[in-house]
């Protein structure tokens, strides 16, 4: 019987390499860098050796919790939480994570396959989001969230501890559909909505990133455009929307940030640059 092959286009700066990845025993996170980056010896440059495999699930002594909430406090505070691993978004930021050398955790459905995914690149965990036990625990050590898809902030009780909280957010969208789409959009609105407004009065500094249609297209292809009402009108690949959530944690508001982006003719090099700039338009509306 043939291996099976899967088709994977990994974005790094300016290139766009794709290659066909047939099963192997190293994870797919090995493959990828030993393609990018010329060989295994390199790996040690991205944190796997420091990066061992942790339970990060909710079960467990539950009188670790106490004495790990307390050492947390004055710990370092390096890595990067991302919610919805399993999701294609959640993936690809991930991936572009690893290939800074930024420590990840990620919340997962499946630690199974996330494990053989990403082996020892990511710190898995897995747990409801409304337990405040097991945030406390899945916590220890963020600096900062990342949250790609709807539902997940606006179920957490508090983000005591994180230094910089960044949702993507397809509100724009949601608000501007209508008709039969707007009906079936109800749902993802309301989520949108309450993770919004729960990142908002988190008193965490926060970027909420309102994107355009999300596409499964090549990202790297095109520019984008951060005029307002580019979200509700355009769209944006789900790889260049990733892109924009990993280069967010560069650039920390004094509060908050927000602001619409979709794909378009702006060519950006500079993206603390263009964050920076995002932030100072803001300030003028107030």
Known sequence: ??????????TS??????????????????QILDYIEGGPKLRKWYGAPKLEPKDGTSSGDDDEFEEEEEDDRDGDKDTVFVTDGDSDLGQMIILQLIVKGTRVKALVKDKRKALEAFGAYVELTSGDASDDRFLRKAFKGVGAIISP???????VKSLRGVKHAVLLSQLSVYESS???KAMMNNKAKKLAEGDENA???????YTIIRTGKLKDSPGGNQ???????????????KEDAARICVEALSVVPPTGLIFEVSNGEEAVSDWEGQLMK????????K
């Open 1 to 10: 019987m043939a291996e099976s092959k899967s088709r994977i286009l990994i």
């Open 13 to 30: 700066g300016k290139r766009s390499i794709v290659r066909c990845l047939a099963k192997k025993k190293i994870s797919f996170v090995d």
């Open 149 to 155: 898809t709807e539902g997940f902030l606006s179920n």
């Open 178 to 180: 209508g008709g039969i």
């Open 199 to 205: 990142v908002i009065s988190s008193n965490v500094p």
């Open 223 to 237: 520019g984008f455009n951060f005029s307002v009402g580019a979200a509700a009108k355009g769209s944006i690949s």
């Open 278 to 285: 995002l932030m100072q338009r803001q300030s003028e509306k």
